[in-house]
């Protein structure tokens, strides 16, 4: 149980345009998730926090403008990357937190996506 | 200065090893101490969680807390090539910060027969 799916694994994409990355919680109910990115040999850092039904919670420094962020379901979350630079390349990570699992922060992780802008 | 420090490593041993790995950390305000194993190009599998100080065990792997010194650290005993990984440390304070869970940088592992 507990599995988190992210769609695609793997995009390339030109400058410029838009990217749309899915997680699904396949399954169980998850009334958050969390968007990570993860740079080469470095760790995870949280972008955003969404919570099913309402407007995503912004780490500070990140874009809310380009980073988009709908958590329409309580199985999908969608990270839309806009006008994607170069400098957005990078691995992005959802995971998911169940509903009613709230004695301790346990959040299941998606498989990444890569994604590299050219 | 970082709230979570932890060697990125590389640490290469030989199988059936004893591998211990570590962070530090600053805000005394963590409560839940957890490890992640990362496979390349993959999502973090949680292996250990850990409330407050004391130790865990779970198999080959131990996991344990010393809040005084702001300390974690994970033990893998008869460590084997399919635990080459990179092992990250996260941990997060009580409900009010309880959302966010802060990683360190993760330590890459070998572990080669």
């Known amino acids: 149980g507990a599995v988190v799916s992210q769609h695609p694994s793997w995009v390339i994409c030109k400058s410029g345009t838009s990217v749309k990355i899915e997680c699904r919680s396949l399954d169980f109910q998850a009334t958050t998730m969390f968007w990570y990115r993860q740079f080469p040999k470095q760790s995870l850092m949280l972008m955003a926090t969404?919570?099913?039904?309402?407007?995503?919670?912004?780490e500070q420094g990140v874009e809310k403008d380009k980073f988009l962020i709908n958590h329409a379901s309580l199985t999908l979350s969608t990270l839309t990357v806009t006008s994607a630079h170069p400098e957005d390349s990078s691995f992005y990570i959802c995971?998911?937190?169940?509903?009613?699992?709230?004695?301790?922060?346990?959040?299941?992780f998606g498989p990444g996506t890569r994604l590299t802008v050219l | 200065q970082k709230e979570v420090e932890q060697d990125p490593g590389p640490l290469s041993v030989p199988e059936g090893a004893i591998v211990s790995l570590n962070c530090t950390y600053s805000n005394s305000a963590f409560q839940y101490f957890m490890w992640y194993r990362q496979y390349s190009r993959k999502g973090p599998e949680l292996l250990m969680y850990?409330?407050?100080?004391g130790n865990k065990e779970d198999g080959r792997f131990t996991a344990q807390v010393d809040k005084s010194s702001k300390y974690i650290s994970l033990f893998i005993r008869d460590s084997q090539p399919s635990d080459s990984a990179t092992y990250l440390c996260?941990?997060?304070?009580?409900?009010?910060?309880?959302?966010?869970?802060?990683f360190g940088a993760g330590t890459r592992l070998a572990v080669h027969p």
């Open positions: 969404s919570n099913e039904g309402s407007k995503a919670t912004y």
């Open positions: 996260a941990m997060s304070a009580p409900p009010g910060g309880y959302n966010k869970l802060i």
């Open positions: 995971s998911a937190r169940a509903s009613g699992k709230v004695s301790y922060n346990e959040q299941f």
């Open positions: 850990t409330y407050s100080s």
